[in-house]
């Protein structure tokens, strides 16, 4: 069984930066795609970041890029999401998630885990 468990959400300020951790167990690194999703109130479910299964690659919304990267450690099944420059525009659930693969749909994600950015 899959199970993503997220942690390191927080309230910081807009311009200061957080690290979300997500711990992943029940199938091998590489399998499927694995990323990051938000929702933020009163919006729809937006891909923050994606790792693809097939080439490793991993892309990023534009709302994200240059200011959030992606990474993983496979020892640990553990990915996380580095959060820089943060606007309060970003406030919002933040889940970790896999799919086939980028954009094909997601097929498991966590409980979330909440960021708050104030301005």
């Known amino acids: 069984e899959v199970q993503l468990v997220e942690s390191g959400g927080g309230l910081v300020q807009a311009g200061e930066s957080l690290r979300l951790s997500c711990a992943a167990s029940?199938?091998?690194?590489?399998?499927?795609?694995i990323g990051w999703w938000r929702q933020a109130p009163g919006k729809d479910l937006e891909r923050v970041s994606c790792k693809s299964s097939s080439d490793g690659s991993t892309t990023y919304a534009d709302s994200a890029k240059g200011r959030f990267t992606q990474s993983s450690d496979n020892a640990k099944n553990m990915v996380y999401l580095q959060m820089n420059s943060l606007k309060p525009e970003d406030t919002a659930v933040y889940y970790c998630?896999?799919?086939?693969?980028?954009?094909?749909?997601?097929?498991?994600w966590g409980r979330g885990t909440q960021v708050t950015v104030s301005s």
């Open positions: 998630a896999t799919e086939a693969n980028c954009g094909l749909g997601l097929r498991s």
């Open positions: 029940g199938f091998t690194f590489g399998d499927f795609a």
